[in-house]
T-cell receptor, first 112, second 117 residues
Framework: ETGVTQSPTHLIKTRGQQVTLRCSSQ?????VSWYQQALGQGPQFIFQ???????GRGNFPPRFSGLQFPNYSSELNVNALELDDSALYLC???????????FGPGTRLTVT | AQKVTQAQTEISVVEKEDVTLDCVYE???????LFWYKQPPSGELVFLIR??????QNEISGRYSWNFQKSTSSFNFTITASQVVDSAVYFC??????????????FGTGTRLQVTL
């Protein structure tokens, strides 16, 4: 186990609603990244947070936003949900000065 | 832009066979890292190996080995004497290496490995 936890495990939302996904990093990991994995695809980078600031963003619209807290936990918020947002959302944390990312079990979001 | 290609969509082998998963990458960076991750049915991505672009030494770790060839932009991964527990989707990934910290991973589309008895 990596020590990275995510909640909830599964979530069903309706198109147009808003959702918040949570991630708790391993102790001492100050960088957290979020990825979206559609069915049958590889994970796609959404954004990364380092010391509570956004530190890089992938090709996702502004309705995808995030936060990192002083205890290095993190949230991913998605507004105005669309059907294509249905996916597995993965959180990954990294310790200082390391290039390795350790993934949590993911949150499976279904938008109907 | 970075790109990772895993041409093999699905591979089926019988237990104890050796299997090689192919990965070809594209990047304009002179320094970068290459990774292999395993994703079992539970969904969690499990880190397997990482290689630096400036270190082409190939290694063996238990039943795993990898072949990094910068000249052909390939980073292949071999499982020796496969076991049923190796059944999973395997992802090859690429990241920058000059940021001082973990940067975004660019993943391939994955290869589903099925090992049967």
């Amino acid at each position: 186990e990596t020590g990275v936890t995510q909640s909830p495990t599964h979530l069903i939302k309706t198109r147009g609603q808003q959702v918040t996904l949570r991630c708790s990093s391993q102790s001492g990991h100050n960088t957290v990244s979020w990825y979206q994995q559609a069915l049958g695809q590889g994970p796609q980078f959404i954004f990364q947070y380092y010391r509570e600031e956004e530190n890089g963003r992938g090709n996702f619209p502004p309705r995808f936003s995030g936060l990192q807290f002083p205890n290095y936990s993190s949230e991913l918020n998605v507004n105005a949900l669309e059907l294509d947002d249905s996916a597995l959302y993965l959180c990954a944390s990294s310790p200082l000065n390391s290039y390795e990312q350790y993934f949590g079990p993911g949150t499976r979001l279904t938008v109907t | 832009a970075q790109k990772v290609t895993q041409a093999q969509t699905e591979i089926s082998v019988v237990e104890k066979e050796d299997v090689t998963l192919d990965c070809v990458y594209e990047t304009r960076d002179t320094t970068y890292y290459l990774f292999w991750y395993k994703q079992p049915p539970s969904g969690e991505l499990v880190f397997l190996i990482r290689r630096n672009s400036f270190d082409e030494q190939n290694e063996i770790s238990g039943r795993y080995s990898w072949n990094f060839q910068k000249s052909t932009s390939s980073f292949n991964f071999t499982i020796t004497a496969s076991q049923v527990v190796d059944s999973a989707v395997y992802f090859c990934a690429l990241s920058e290496a000059d940021t001082g910290t973990a940067s975004k991973l660019t993943f391939g589309t994955g290869t589903r490995l099925q090992v049967t008895l």
